[in-house]
């Protein structure tokens, strides 16, 4: 089956940094999205991207969907203590109702 | 705002209990999902249905059923809790095709 490989599992910065995080993927991906899960919730939807080349932002957050179909990037610039929480990767290939999920990323940021 | 509502957050029941896990959605969505989420084991899908009265399989079935009586609403069932059910449980929906996955807060089940 699919499978995404996100990275890092885990990330320590000081508010104010600017945070990176990826997603590479075996095989096409048609759709990426990014999602933020606080402790306790459920995921929220940060960014979706659809094309692939394509750059999108959310306020400090940026995403890329790669040339090769087979991977994403999720920038988060000038870091602050809310942005603490887990951040998953989702990619969707041939099918139209299923999403591979990366393991996530946590994220913690140092006041 | 998608509103996916899941009816508890929290649960605890005892091995071989009945479970109903209830979810619903506003947002007319034709796709809805269980998923499961277990540390270092990231989203397992459970079961999916795309219709009514439709349902799939997911990644990990085994133990569960699921209902789909109406289009907003969709129920997860554990026939016969055990403790390796304990997880966190979270609905979603989306339109059909490519559009995005909406979640519910989650309903965290502790099975003693």
């Known amino acids: 089956g699919q499978q995404l490989n996100q990275s890092p599992q885990s990330m320590f910065i000081q508010e104010g940094e600017d945070v990176s995080m990826n997603c590479t993927s075996s095989?096409?991906?048609?759709?990426w999205l990014w999602y933020k899960q606080d402790p306790g919730e459920g995921p929220v939807l940060l960014i979706a991207?659809?094309?692939?080349?394509e750059l999108t932002s959310n306020g400090r957050l940026t995403a890329q969907f790669g040339i090769t179909r087979k991977d994403s990037f999720l920038n988060i610039s000038a870091s602050i203590p809310s942005d603490v929480g887990i951040y998953f990767c989702?990619?969707?290939?041939?099918?139209?109702?299923?999403?591979?999920f990366g393991k996530g990323t946590l994220l913690t940021v140092n006041p | 705002d998608v509103k996916v509502t899941q009816s508890s957050r929290y649960l605890v029941k005892r091995t071989g209990e009945k479970v109903f896990l209830e979810c619903v959605q506003d947002m007319d969505h034709e796709n809805m999902f269980w998923y499961r989420q277990d540390p270092g084991l990231g989203l397992r899908l459970i079961y999916f249905s795309y219709d009514v009265k439709m349902k799939e399989k997911g990644d990990i079935p085994e133990g569960y059923s699921v209902s789909r009586e109406k289009k907003e609403r969709f129920s997860l069932i554990l026939e016969s809790a055990s403790t390796n059910q304990t997880s966190m449980y979270l609905c979603?929906?989306?339109?059909?095709?490519?559009?995005?996955?909406?979640f519910g807060e989650g309903s965290r089940l502790t099975v003693l």
């Open positions: 095989s096409i991906f048609n759709t």
């Open positions: 989702a990619g969707r290939g041939g099918s139209n109702y299923k999403l591979t």
């Open positions: 991207l659809y094309k692939a080349g």
């Open positions: 979603a929906s989306s339109f059909r095709g490519p559009g995005e996955l909406f």
